[in-house]
């Protein structure tokens, strides 16, 4: 709708033709006014004129002004005041799957080069920091060595999530919960996400070794993830496999076959600083949508128009009962 009113502190008219009777309804009033009139109807009104005037004669006027107000009043309120709010807009929300891996080599400290920090501190905390910052998406949060656990469904609650990601720790060396099982975390992730009816999903998968545990292989899992239509991006972190002379430099093919195979990136971070961009770039690239600012109109014509009948009425009985009433 189109005002062809002024907009007054976010009020307008919609149909501000109804003003123009107000022109008349002020000529009348002068009218009125010019005319004398009695308090009291009679046929000689010469036996009252040297009497003091009463109460009732200095108010003989009130009448008119009341229904001229309420006529003015009740004019606006054909006039149909509006007021234009802004609807929320509604935000075409991201179901992200944060996947991380908690093998005993994440504990390796390769990540600084002035000062040694765990593979797994850094990854605990910039995820931390990234998920802080999705305050309008769904997180999810899994862990996985040789097994994948759902450590947190997907959930809009920054404080709950922050808990789980703060508790994780890397498994012992050469425990029964070891491992690597890159496409059991995977699979796991598709099938928290594939109950989502958010319009974007995706997973981010962190890991710092290849795969070692193939109970679901990760040509399977990345399969699954396609034909769910789940963009996964991986991050491959540290210097390498550890030997005695340094480490020697990964290829992190399944990461980059799970990346390229679903429509994401793979990010490689050897320190605690590039892990940090790394997720600033996946904050850029998975931003929320929003739709176009929309507007609603709120009617504002029932205040004056109860407004305006009840100062014509009020006008009205003072006239009939008060003004015209013989004592």
């Known amino acids: 709708m189109i005002a062809l009113a002024p907009e007054i502190d976010g009020w307008f008219l919609l149909d501000p033709w109804f003003l123009f009777f107000v022109p008349l309804l002020l000529l009348a009033v002068a009218m009125c006014f010019l005319r004398e009139r009695a308090a009291l109807p009679a046929a000689q009104t010469g036996l009252f004129a040297d009497l003091p005037k009463t109460l009732r004669v200095r108010c003989v006027r009130v009448p008119l002004v009341l229904m001229a107000l309420g006529g003015f009043i009740l004019n606006v309120a054909l006039a149909r005041p509006v007021r234009r709010e802004l609807v929320p807009q509604q935000e075409a929300g991201i179901d992200i799957a944060l996947v991380v891996d908690l093998s005993s080599s994440m504990q390796i400290e390769d990540m600084d080069n002035l000062r040694p920090v765990k593979r797994i501190d850094a990854a605990r905390q910039r995820a931390k920091e990234f998920a802080a910052t999705r305050t309008h998406d769904r997180v999810a949060f899994i862990a996985f060595s040789r097994f994948a656990e759902l450590r947190c469904p997907p959930t809009l609650d920054e404080k709950a999530l922050a808990a789980f990601l703060s508790a994780i720790d890397a498994v012992p060396q050469n425990s029964e919960l070891d491992g690597t099982a890159t496409g059991v975390a995977v699979a796991k992730a598709v099938s928290v996400l594939a109950k989502s009816v958010a319009k974007s999903r995706v997973i981010v998968l962190l890991t710092d070794g290849e795969t070692t545990v193939d109970t679901i292989t990760v040509e399977d899992a990345e399969k699954l993830a396609a034909d769910a239509k789940i963009r996964i991006h991986t991050i ?18 399944d990461l980059k076959r799970l990346s390229e195979k679903t429509g994401g990136r793979f990010f490689e971070a050897q320190t605690d600083a590039d892990l940090a961009q790394v997720y600033e770039q996946i904050d850029a690239l998975e931003k929320t949508e929003l739709d176009d600012p929309r507007y609603r109109t709120v009617d504002g014509f029932a205040l004056p128009l109860g407004l305006g009948l009840l100062t014509f009425l009020l006008g009205l009985l003072i006239e009939l009962l008060v003004i015209r009433g013989v004592p």
């Open 236 to 253: 491959g972190i540290g210097r390498g496999q550890p030997t005695f002379g340094g480490f020697i430099p990964l290829e992190f093919k």
